[in-house]
């Protein structure tokens, strides 16, 4: 078997919450959104995306945060991938159901954050930053035995930029699975392997 890559980019921390990734985050769920997220703390007149200023964005437990209404589904497809303007650090089949709720033992509540200390997805809103880790997260079918953890980070630039512009940075602190069930995957690797864009 394969063994993770550690990537040179930890994540960011120091947010707030019990990991320090944020005080935000989704519940145990496969394909789940977050509700909308203001982000006009972090950027007060909106974030201006190819051509549009949008005022909110939706964290999607697929890797992706999206503008214009949540992405809940994942397809194995190449970008573009729907009709709502996306950013995604690791668009792939994100699985973050915790073994009791993969087992049948509990229900799952993905509209309720467990401040989970594996496999969770946070988010945190400042002044000129918004942070989106997926810390520890495994893969689609309740896989945990591979995982991954990577950041999408919208800050302001250097005082020479433009008002409306903002600096997009993804990072990745451990590599450890490409591709879900799904996507024709076995044991995370092969099949239809995730994308980043």
Known sequence: AASPAAAQAPLIDGLGGPLGYGTDCLGPNDDGS????????????????????????YVNTNGNITFAGPLAAYR????????????????????????????GTELPSPETCHS???????WSVEPGRIVVPWHLVGYYDCHTDQRMSFQLLFSTPP????DDEIDV???YELCGWATGDRSMGVGGLGG???QVG
Not at 34 to 57: E, H, I
Not at 96 to 103: A, D, G, L, M, W
């Open 192 to 194: 239809i392997e995730a």
């Open 116 to 122: 989970p200390t594996s496999g969770g997805v946070w």
């Open 169 to 171: 940075e993804f990072r």
């Open 34 to 57: 977050s509700s909308a997220v203001d982000l006009t703390t972090a950027f007060p007149s909106g974030l201006a995306f190819f051509g549009s200023t949008f005022r909110l964005l």
């Open 159 to 162: 005082s020479c930029a433009a």
């Open 76 to 103: 194995s497809a190449a970008f573009p991938v729907s009709d709502r303007p996306m950013v995604a650090p690791y668009w792939a089949d994100v699985d973050i159901r915790t073994p009791e709720v993969c087992n």
